[in-house]
């Protein structure tokens, strides 16, 4: 495996359903990301951790809780989420971190969240 | 707010045609600028990045930016049906203590066989 895989691509899930999404970083990279894509909307970012530590929570609902156990994995756990939080979920990593200060980020391919 | 713009499109350009896209941002003190190409169903992939005034050139594509003015563009010479993407311009600007990338909503651009 390389780069930043995602999973699962695709999913489907109720109102009161109890999901995860997983990301897996193989670039030894130091900073690891969440974002929301959203149609006629910005990237919005959700979490950022740097070295395991979360170093930014953009106001992000309770709903969903970011987990990262390690350098190399991100989750992001949903749960009672609202058919407007139907969207492209994308995980992200960089060499440095925070990084806005490089601007250069790998993406994974996203998972792509439909609420029901 | 800090803002970076884009039209949104589509721009349409004829194969072998050059496509101008282009992106302006409000935060005066960005150092760094980033252009990002998303094709349909996939993530975004970084093409190029400038830092200085003038332009930057990397095989077909050329950066040009202008601190003065606040924008920044990417041209794409020759043009391909390959090119067929949405290209996402990214700014990284101050909020509050942070830096942010501040993202456009990208231009989509079809190149026409």
């Known amino acids: 495996e390389t780069g930043v895989t995602q999973t699962p691509r695709h999913l489907v899930m109720g109102m009161t359903n109890k999901k995860s999404l997983k990301c897996e970083q193989h670039?030894?990279?130091?900073?690891m990301y969440w974002y929301k894509q959203s149609a006629k909307k910005p990237l919005e970012l959700m979490f950022v951790y740097s070295l395991e530590e979360r170093v930014e929570n953009n106001s992000v609902p309770s709903r969903f809780s970011p987990e990262c156990p390690n350098s190399s994995h991100l989750f992001l756990h949903l749960h009672t989420l609202q058919p407007e939080d139907s969207a492209l979920y994308l995980c992200a990593s960089s060499q440095d971190a925070p990084a806005s200060y490089t601007g250069e980020l790998f993406f994974g391919e996203g998972s792509r969240l439909t609420v029901l | 707010q800090k803002e970076v713009e884009q039209n949104s499109g589509p721009l349409s350009v004829p194969e072998g045609a050059i496509a101008s896209l282009n992106c302006t941002y409000s935060?005066?003190?960005?150092?760094?600028f980033f252009w990002y190409r998303q094709y349909s169903g996939k993530s975004p992939e970084l093409i190029m990045s400038i830092y200085s005034n003038g332009d930057k050139e990397d095989g077909r594509f050329t950066a040009q930016l202008n601190k003065d003015s606040q924008y920044v563009s990417l041209l794409i010479r020759d043009s391909q049906p390959s090119d067929s993407a949405t290209y996402l311009c990214a700014v990284p600007t101050l909020s509050g203590n942070n830096r942010k990338l501040i993202w456009g909503l990208g231009t989509s651009l079809g190149v026409n066989p």
């Open positions: 935060d005066r003190g960005s150092q760094s």
């Open positions: 670039l030894g990279h130091n900073a």
